[in-house]
DNA sequence: TATAGTAGTTACCCTAAGGTAAGTGGTTAC
DNA sequence: GTAACCACTTACCTTAGGGTAACTACTATA
């Protein structure tokens, strides 16, 4: 079987979806990203940025951002050491993303409320 | 304790991103619309477009589609019932949302492939 | 010496997401 | 009458995501 040109750039596109889709998934991802969008940050204030976070899953989410870069984890050899978060280029290109993200999110739920009592 | 304006700002941020969140999450939803974006289309086509997805998630995620007002679910009371679904203005308007979600992914899968042979 | 702050880790648990396989009720074509 | 298409539904199972609580190792301060 083959397949044609629209099939071909149709799995592209959704392996793309996918792609980013895994990059900015889960309930903590986004919100960690945008906190460095206001400057680099350490662990803790991370923590008390983002409220409810566990250090668990800011650990986690944080690695994961870190192998897929979009953070840099740099250690500072002071005492008592610190650690330093910050955005890469790709971190920083997700902006438009993130904007779209938000804009639409706004839009729902104006629609939504608009809706329901019409 | 008060809340300042930036916090409340912020909060409002995460709820709009949450709620984006919430409709495009999975596995499914977005090459659901992606499909619809070429057309109305019927339960079996839908299914027959987007390969591996099983009746019991397709069905699954277009009554989640249809509660969030992005998708119609039309009854033609034909003989055999036909059932057509097609995007409402919202599920157009999230169009722009598509694009960059899509472009972000290229974007990336380019930098990481980039960066693996530099 | 106890307390708090640095940056996490580990073990355990529960729920939600998603997959598999089979069944349903109707119609139409062979 | 039986096979196949339409649009699903149901029961069951496995995995992944996320939460809680306690613990680690080190340092600074009262």
Redesign the interface.
């Known amino acids: 079987m083959y397949m044609n040109q629209k099939d071909e750039l149709c799995l592209n596109?959704?392996?793309?979806?996918?792609?980013?889709?895994e990059?900015?998934?889960g309930k903590w991802r986004?919100?960690i990203v945008?906190a460095l969008t206001f400057g680099n940050k350490r662990f803790g204030e991370l923590q008390r940025d983002i409220v409810d976070i566990s250090p668990k899953m800011l650990s986690q989410e944080l690695k994961a951002l870190e192998m897929?870069?979009i953070i840099t984890r740099t250690l500072y050899d002071s005492m008592p050491v610190a650690v330093e978060y910050s955005l890469t280029p790709?971190g920083l290109?997700?902006r438009?993303?993130?904007d779209?993200?938000?804009?639409?999110?706004?839009?729902?739920?104006e629609?939504?409320l608009e809706?329901r009592q019409p």
Chains 1, 2 share one sequence.
């Open positions: 596109k959704l392996r793309a979806i996918r792609d980013t889709l990059v900015i998934q986004i919100p945008i897929n870069r790709l290109s997700m438009k993303l993130l779209e993200i938000l804009n639409w999110g706004t839009h729902f739920r629609e939504i809706n």
